[in-house]
């Protein structure tokens, strides 16, 4: 009914769409948290990130706040700059965690290594004295 309506009075007569979802959220209170849950259902879509689901999130409420139609959205100056470098932003961000990664790997590896040598040097320690204990007998 919502859509239905939606489409009809919300283009025509934005006012009284306005008064219709304050009526209809009168006896349907939760409604409209119901319908953002089914949203963030389908922006989940594949296993997408966090950070991917934030930022969808966050424009679909603006285009939201705005109205239904991205048409009514106000595209300034500062949009289309941050919208130009948001690629190259990315990319430095994919590389910085990649770097994050090796680190962290060749910091395991290190360790792991590390680890190794200290048990082989308390072995050779433990060989040395049970050694000597032989050669003093």
Known sequence: MDSLLNKFLAITYPNVWKIAVM???ISH???QIGRDFNTNKEMLGNHIGE???TAKI???DELRHHGQGGHEFPISKELRKS???AKMKYFAYLDEAKKVELAATTSRKRKLIQD???EVKRRKKEVGGVLDE???N
Do not use: D, H, I, P
């Open 23 to 25: 009526v209809f959220t």
């Open 29 to 31: 209170g939760q409604a």
């Open 51 to 53: 950070k991917t689901l």
């Open 58 to 60: 966050m424009v679909y």
């Open 83 to 85: 919208c130009r470098g």
């Open 116 to 118: 190794e040598l200290n």
């Open 134 to 136: 032989v050669n003093a």
